[in-house]
């Protein structure tokens, strides 16, 4: 496959053009591939500044998607693909960089599957990418089955056009987010029997499934090359400060200078994940849910908003020339090595631009 003739959509919401288009520079050096820049909702400033900057090459475009109302992220990708005509549709979460060359290791990839997808978060541990089978929710960080069916991102994907139109025109199933009651009857049974019958499907989460079913080749794998911050999109908006739930949270972050956090973090999740619902669900779902799941559930979203959080406030102190933020501590090592890590590669990124004149390096 020739990278060069695959363009991938990168989606950008209100309040994060200045901050992560830049990234595409990482894109755009390290592959030959093309991007569209797809503003979402974003007021005339913010999408001014995404038109300009893909002025400034020929591998990049703009597209402007809603001008006073965001689209919810699976009706955005719904529309690109109803007006993609390549033999791929591909797409990008926007807080993904490149620190090195990835794309002929991603031609190889995409030359034996019909849906390729990758973009681990860099706050995942095990527990957020394999989903048990007796776990009833499929959410984003999910990529595989713990029985070892691979089941895909949506971070960063690339579908075969002409089998994903297929599926969506037999099912009427989008991109959008669904609850298991949302479900046709038709799905529900197929869903059944291949054993993915879930409360909820996170975006993309459902067809997938169902290309699956369909009997089309889908594959997961990491490209080392790029890096996802995972979520600073969908948070933007909220403070860069650190996410404290309570007291739990703060010992295990300060008590013997973080040596107790992982247990202190697990029963912090596990205390909150029994007393309240569980994010995106009624109390009566969540009652059907084990209290594994429920832990599990509230670990992700704790990781998902301090990485987020702090890739906020390190974004922004580079901008402003200001003091960096601390390293979140999440209570999972490897996680946190890797944030450290990235973290030098954001700084690299941003280094040959001086925070006083970034917004003018994002219009080129």
Same mark, same amino acid.
């Given at each position: 496959?020739?990278?060069?003739?695959?363009?991938?959509? =990168?989606?950008?919401?209100? /309040?994060?053009?200045?901050?992560?288009?830049?990234?595409?520079?990482?894109?755009?050096?390290?592959? @030959?591939?093309?991007?569209?820049?797809?503003? +979402?909702?974003?007021?005339?400033?913010?999408?001014?500044?995404?038109?300009?900057?893909?002025?400034?090459?020929?591998?990049?475009?703009? !597209?402007?998607?809603?001008?006073?109302?965001?689209? @919810?992220?699976?009706?955005?990708?719904?529309?690109?693909?109803? %007006?993609?005509?390549?033999? &791929?549709?591909?797409?990008?979460?926007? @807080?993904?960089?490149?620190?090195?060359?990835?794309?002929?290791?991603?031609?190889?990839?995409? @030359?034996?599957?019909?849906?390729?997808?990758?973009?681990?978060?860099?706050?995942?541990?095990?527990?957020?990418?394999?989903?048990?089978?007796?776990?009833?929710? &499929?959410?984003?960080?999910?990529?595989?089955?713990? %029985?070892?069916?691979?089941?895909?991102?949506?971070?960063?994907?690339?579908?075969? +056009?002409?089998?994903?139109?297929?599926?969506?025109?037999?099912?009427? =199933?989008?991109?959008?987010?669904?609850?298991?009651?949302?479900?046709?009857?038709?799905?529900?049974?197929?869903?059944?029997?291949?054993?993915? %019958?879930?409360?909820?499907?996170?975006?993309?989460?459902?067809?997938?499934?169902?290309?699956?079913?369909?009997?089309?080749?889908?594959?997961?794998?990491?490209? /080392?090359?790029?890096?996802?911050?995972?979520?600073?999109?969908?948070?933007?908006?909220?403070?860069?400060?650190?996410?404290?739930?309570?007291?739990? /949270? !703060?010992?295990?972050?300060?008590?013997?200078?973080?040596?107790?956090?992982?247990?202190?973090?697990?029963?912090?999740?596990?205390?909150?994940?029994?007393?309240?619902?569980?994010?995106?669900?009624?109390?009566?779902?969540?009652?059907?849910?084990?209290?594994?799941?429920?832990?599990?559930?509230?670990?992700?979203?704790?990781?998902?908003? +301090?990485?987020?959080?702090?890739?906020?406030?390190?974004?922004?102190?580079?901008?402003?020339?200001?003091?960096?933020?601390?390293?979140?501590?999440?209570?999972?090592?490897?996680?946190?090595?890797? =944030?450290?890590?990235?973290?030098?590669?954001?700084?690299?990124?941003?280094?040959?631009?001086?925070?006083?004149?970034?917004?003018?390096?994002?219009?080129?």
């Amino acid at each position: 496959m020739h990278t060069a003739d695959l363009q991938f959509h =990168i989606i950008y919401t209100p /309040d994060t053009v200045v901050h992560l288009t830049p990234f595409v520079l990482s894109l755009l050096e390290f592959s @030959d591939c093309r991007y569209q820049l797809v503003s +979402n909702g974003c007021l005339p400033p913010e999408a001014d500044l995404l038109e300009e900057f893909c002025a400034g090459d020929p591998r990049l475009s703009f !597209r402007k998607l809603a001008t006073t109302e965001m689209l @919810d992220h699976g009706s955005a990708l719904d529309t690109l693909q109803a %007006d993609c005509r390549d033999e &791929w549709f591909c797409f990008m979460d926007s @807080d993904i960089l490149a620190v090195a060359p990835f794309s002929e290791l991603l031609g190889r990839y995409i @030359d034996d599957c019909d849906v390729f997808s990758s973009g681990h978060p860099l706050w995942h541990a095990p527990e957020d990418i394999f989903l048990p089978p007796h776990f009833r929710r &499929w959410q984003g960080s999910y990529c595989a089955a713990t %029985d070892g069916t691979t089941l895909g991102f949506t971070y960063f994907a690339l579908y075969r +056009n002409a089998a994903l139109s297929q599926v969506r025109q037999e099912t009427g =199933i989008g991109f959008g987010y669904r609850y298991w009651d949302t479900v046709p009857a038709a799905q529900q049974s197929v869903l059944k029997q291949s054993r993915l %019958d879930k409360i909820d499907y996170d975006t993309g989460k459902l067809l997938m499934a169902l290309m699956h079913i369909a009997g089309f080749r889908l594959r997961a794998a990491e490209l /080392d090359a790029l890096l996802h911050l995972g979520g600073v999109s969908a948070l933007a908006g909220e403070p860069p400060d650190y996410y404290y739930r309570g007291r739990l /949270d !703060r010992l295990a972050c300060t008590l013997l200078s973080g040596a107790l956090a992982r247990p202190l973090f697990y029963l912090a999740d596990l205390r909150l994940g029994l007393r309240s619902a569980s994010p995106g669900l009624t109390r009566e779902q969540s009652a059907m849910l084990t209290a594994g799941e429920r832990r599990v559930m509230q670990s992700r979203r704790r990781k998902r908003i +301090n990485t987020a959080r702090y890739f906020t406030a390190l974004l922004l102190s580079l901008q402003r020339a200001a003091p960096t933020p601390d390293l979140p501590k999440l209570g999972y090592g490897p996680a946190e090595q890797r =944030i450290a890590d990235a973290t030098e590669h954001v700084r690299r990124q941003f280094a040959a631009r001086p925070p006083k004149t970034l917004q003018a390096a994002v219009t080129g």
